[in-house]
């Protein structure tokens, strides 16, 4: 089965900081590009970024594009979200999933938890 844990949300003023971390199952992290989405109160889920199993290609939803990074490691079958400039819109539940790939903003297995974001004005 799908385990898939999301942490290192939290609360912080706009313009801040925080970095995201995925720890996934090999066999749901192995092969696969993954991807982090978010969901705001009241709003459907939506695609934020998501990077190749090389790491070497990254993909991002126009709301984050220059704010926020991601990236992977293999080795311990995590995938990170840095978030810098962080606005209040960003506030949501953040996920992570795999994806089939870079441009397709569809995850393919069941959601984790997600972690809490919420940045104040």
């Known amino acids: 089965q799908v385990q898939l844990v999301e942490s290192g949300g939290g609360l912080v003023q706009a313009g801040g900081s925080l970095r995201l971390s995925c720890a996934a199952s090999?066999?749901?992290?192995?092969?696969?590009?993954m991807g982090w989405f978010r969901q705001a109160a009241g709003k459907e889920r939506e695609f934020v970024a998501a990077?190749?199993?090389?790491?070497?290609?990254?993909y991002y939803a126009d709301a984050v594009k220059g704010r926020f990074t991601i990236s992977r490691d293999n080795a311990k079958n995590t995938v990170y979200l840095q978030m810098n400039s962080l606005k209040p819109e960003d506030t949501a539940v953040y996920y992570c999933?795999?994806?089939?790939?870079?441009?397709?903003?569809?995850?393919?297995?069941?959601w984790g938890q997600g972690t809490q974001v919420t940045v104040s004005s």
């Open positions: 999933n795999p994806v089939g790939d870079l441009q397709s903003e569809v995850g393919l297995g069941s």
């Open positions: 090999r066999r749901t992290f192995r092969g696969y590009a």
């Open positions: 990077v190749s199993w090389s790491g070497g290609s990254t």
